[in-house]
């Protein structure tokens, strides 16, 4: 199973911390954000990770290079302009393959145990279903929510509502719509499976942050210092 982190993002709400440097080379707890997740990602048995990128794409090569310095192959799906979540994940499809793969927003930061979504790609290939999403609560920051769990099975209307964490795990088949180089959110494709009764997920209740800004930056800081002391 391969794993992609999003990485294409601009950081607008990191400003100026991103005006020189790419969101996903931030430091928190000694090491860039993306290191945190390609150290998971081997931890948890990947070998295979693609990172899409844009905004000074070229800095985040330059510091991960293929991956060998973290046990992992790394390939590159370079974007002129950011596409968006499903745009950027459908123009790197050539680079993920047919099988299941797991989809991880490089700017989050979350303990759930990424070796357990391995099955879930083996699950969502012998299924009709195109999607296991991470759910965790809702955040101050973002009281109402996203989709509603019940069991199994994520609706995108109901009460009680949990956020998306931003991990994800896919078929190729979902996004068979996009075309190839534009722009295309995630949420309008998983509403529409939702609706067929094709999207599922879990509830993780564990660590999770959107460091989308430089206060939630130095808060995941101190949390990995306390964790590493």
């Known amino acids: 199973m391969r794993a992609m982190i999003l990485a294409a993002g ?10 020189a440097c790419p969101k996903p080379l931030l430091v928190a707890g000694g090491r860039p954000l993306i290191a ?3 150290e998971r990602l081997r931890m948890a048995g990947f070998t295979d990770v693609v990172i899409n990128h844009a905004h000074l794409g ?3 090569e330059a510091a991960l290079g293929d991956g060998r310095q973290f046990g992992l192959h790394v390939a590159y799906s370079a974007e002129t302009e950011a596409l968006e979540t499903a745009g950027g994940v459908r123009q790197a499809l050539a680079l993920l393959g047919d099988a299941p793969f797991l989809v991880i ?3 989050v930061f979350c303990d759930a145990d990424l070796a357990a979504l391995r099955p879930v790609g083996a699950g969502l290939a ?8 991470v759910m965790v609560p809702n955040p101050d920051h973002h009281p109402g929510g996203d989709f509603r769990l019940d069991g199994e ?7 009680p509502r949990l956020t998306f964490s931003g991990i994800g795990v896919y078929r190729p088949a979902l996004f068979a719509a996009v075309a190839a180089g534009t722009k295309a959110p995630l949420g309008p494709l998983l509403r529409e499976a939702m609706d067929a ?5 879990a509830l993780h209740r564990g660590y999770w942050l959107d460091v989308g800004t ?3 930056l130095a808060a995941l800081d101190r949390h990995l210092r306390q964790v590493i002391d």
């Open 10 to 19: 601009r950081g607008e709400r990191m400003r100026p911390l991103t005006d």
């Open 36 to 38: 945190w997740h390609l």
């Open 58 to 60: 070229t800095m985040i």
């Open 105 to 107: 927003n490089g700017d």
């Open 126 to 133: 012998a299924t009709d279903d195109l999607a296991h999403l």
């Open 153 to 159: 099975r994520l609706h995108r209307d109901g009460e």
């Open 197 to 201: 009764g094709r999207v599922r997920g």
């Open 214 to 216: 430089p206060q939630r």
